[in-house]
């Protein structure tokens, strides 16, 4: 401000808030309301959540980790075992869709290998093109032509018909 401005139009702020002293003796409602709320509904409450919280703190579980046991396959089960049956059926169900995310994750890896690089792709982001080719290919060997009704049943029928194809073509080759 300008040396010569008047102090009376700009007063400065009191340096301190002044307390206001309580001139009746009758209290506060507000205050009355609080304490009231704080020990019929507040004090209740938390002290049931903080209950729950050391329920939870014993007996932690995590669901969205949740492990399953391994159960036999589907070759493994004896006949008329329908629930290892069942089980190996879970089970297979489970492992198609990890293999399903794992071929997701590493097709979203090279999408973002090749955005990052651009023009240079081909050559920076070689190694992810070539996992990704090893993913599809392992996942197509397995669950190729299955279609959406796959089970393990026919999965199993798949790998087994693989398997003596590549024995007739080891055995034509070795004659």
């Not at 919280?53 to 396959?73: G, L, M, T």
């Not at 399903?100 to 590493?106: L, T």
């Not at 290919?137 to 999965?155: F, I, S």
């Amino acid at each position: 401000m300008p040396e010569d401005s008047d102090r009376e139009a700009y007063k400065l702020p009191p340096t301190r808030t002044p307390v206001s002293d309580r001139i009746t003796s009758v209290p506060n409602p507000a205050e009355f309301f609080q304490t009231v709320f704080n020990y019929v509904v507040d004090a209740p409450i938390t002290f049931v959540r903080e209950w729950i919280e050391r329920q939870h703190a014993k007996n932690k579980f995590y669901y969205y980790h949740q492990k399953f046991r391994r159960v036999p396959d589907v070759s493994e089960c004896l006949e008329g075992d329908y629930l290892c049956y069942f089980e190996a059926e879970a089970q297979w169900r489970r492992d198609r869709m990890v293999d399903q995310e794992i071929v997701e994750i590493v097709r979203e890896r090279l999408g973002a290998c090749k955005h990052r690089e651009g023009p240079n792709q081909f050559q920076n982001c070689a190694k992810e093109m070539e996992l990704l080719a090893q993913v599809t290919k392992a996942y197509q060997d397995r669950y190729g032509d299955l279609g959406v009704h796959g089970n393990a049943r026919t999965c199993l029928m798949k790998q087994k018909h693989r398997m003596m194809e590549e024995r007739k073509a080891q055995a034509n080759a070795s004659q």
